[in-house]
């Protein structure tokens, strides 16, 4: 019997932007999901030009009324793709939560802790699949570092450190008027409070936790903007404090001239220690105490949940556009599942979820008030 492909509408990701076009390229690249509507602008003529380019066949020129009739018709979408400025992601995402519709939303999940425990409520109650889209953890090496931390490979966790340094805000680009990511996400009315910390600060702390399986219990920060005039922060840096005594560091900048998507990670336990870096994404480096360091590629390593998310031999290259199909693969899976009213599969379990969106929220808010006290430890809540 072939296999249904889920009908997907988009809200956001017109002419101009960037993430709209990787999350219709991960939605297709395994032949998963159909894109049949789109709310791409709120101007309806760019709306209904967007939906023609990228071959959609419903256009609305408001989201409101696409999740109404999306949801009344026969043939409406299964799920939503959320891809707008981080200010309307809660909103978009409660209407369509509201309509019985799943949701893929873009990262953070809100622009504020509050919006998030709400989003989270609201899902659990509709008892729809809420997907948030940390890339990165759709890498097959990533998911192959939380095995080995998960079967105790590298003894129990004493030291994490992460970095994602960026360039392309070094100066002030927000400025020309010419570059529309710049604009909204240098803009706190459309960003939220927090700039570089709510973009990538949050990747950068959901990796950890994800590889891990544990988040940090306090923090001491420092949010600071370098670029003069600029409303928000394009850096952060703080020190990290866990349950069970171990200690971290998480650095994210989006001035670090010469950078370009540097997002590295160690982790570091009583018997080895394991290392990955997101501009060579089919390695990881293991290396135990007082042994040789151990390249391990993707396509060789034996495990189930690497496998689950690699799609060619060894020796070819996968990167970012099929971490991100992977997101969409398990999000499948698991709207299939509840649908039908049962379980998920296990290997599509590791998708990361409308709780784990609030976690990145309470980051941000632990973040934000260790900062503006100077640096003070602040407790993380729901650690």
Request: net charge neutral; aromatic share 6%; with cysteine.
């Given at each position: ?27 297709r690249?395994?032949d998963?999901?159909?894109?049949v ?14 939906a ?11 989201w ?11 043939d ?53 699949l809420?997907?948030?889209t940390h ?24 030291v ?10 070094a ?27 709510g ?45 069970n005594?171990?200690?971290?560091m ?10 370009e ?13 394991v ?8 390695e ?31 020796g ?38 409308v709780e784990d ?10 973040m ?5 006290a ?10």
């Open positions: 019997m072939a296999q249904r492909r889920l009908r997907l509408g988009m809200v956001g990701g017109g002419q101009g932007a960037f993430i709209g076009a990787v999350h219709r390229i991960a939605a690249l395994d998963r999901f159909e894109l509507a789109g709310a791409l602008s709120s101007d309806p003529q760019r709306a209904q030009a967007s023609a380019e990228a071959g959609i066949a419903r256009s609305y020129a408001d409101r009324e696409m999740a109404g009739a999306e949801a009344a018709r026969e409406g979408i299964d799920a939503v793709a959320i891809v707008t400025p981080n200010h309307l992601h809660a909103p978009v995402a409660t209407a369509f939560l509201e309509a019985g519709i799943h949701v893929v939303c873009d990262k953070p999940l809100a622009i504020s802790l509050a919006e998030g425990e709400a989003l989270a409520k609201l899902t659990r109650e509709k008892n729809r809420f997907a948030l890339t990165y953890s759709g890498y097959p090496m990533v998911r192959y570092a939380r095995e080995l931390i998960d079967s105790g490979e590298l003894g129990d966790l004493r994490v450190q992460v970095e994602y340094a960026q360039d392309w805000l100066e002030p680009i927000e400025r020309s008027g010419t570059n529309k990511q710049a604009g909204w996400r240098t803009d706190p009315a459309l960003a939220g409070p927090a700039g570089c910390l973009d990538i600060g949050t990747h950068a702390y959901q990796l950890v936790a994800f590889v891990t399986g544990v988040t940090p219990s306090a923090l001491a920060a420092e949010v600071h903007t370098f670029v003069p005039g600029r409303r928000i922060d394009d850096h952060v840096q703080a020190m990290l404090r866990y349950a005594g171990a200690r971290g998480l650095w994210a900048s989006q001035v670090a001239s010469g950078a998507n540097a997002l590295r990670l160690r982790v570091y336990g009583t018997k080895a220690n290392a990955f870096d997101q501009e060579q994404p089919n990881l480096v293991f290396t135990p105490l007082g042994g040789s360091a151990e390249r391990l590629t993707r396509g060789r390593v034996k495990s189930a949940i690497a496998a689950h998310a690699t799609r060619v031999p060894a070819h290259p996968e990167g970012y556009l099929e971490a991100f199909a992977q997101l969409y693969k398990d999000a499948a899976l698991q709207i299939e599942a509840l649908d039908a009213g049962r379980a998920p599969p296990a290997e599509s379990l590791l998708l990361t979820t969106g609030v976690a990145g929220l309470r980051f941000i808010e632990a934000l008030a260790s900062s503006a100077d640096g003070q430890w602040r407790a993380i809540g729901g650690a």
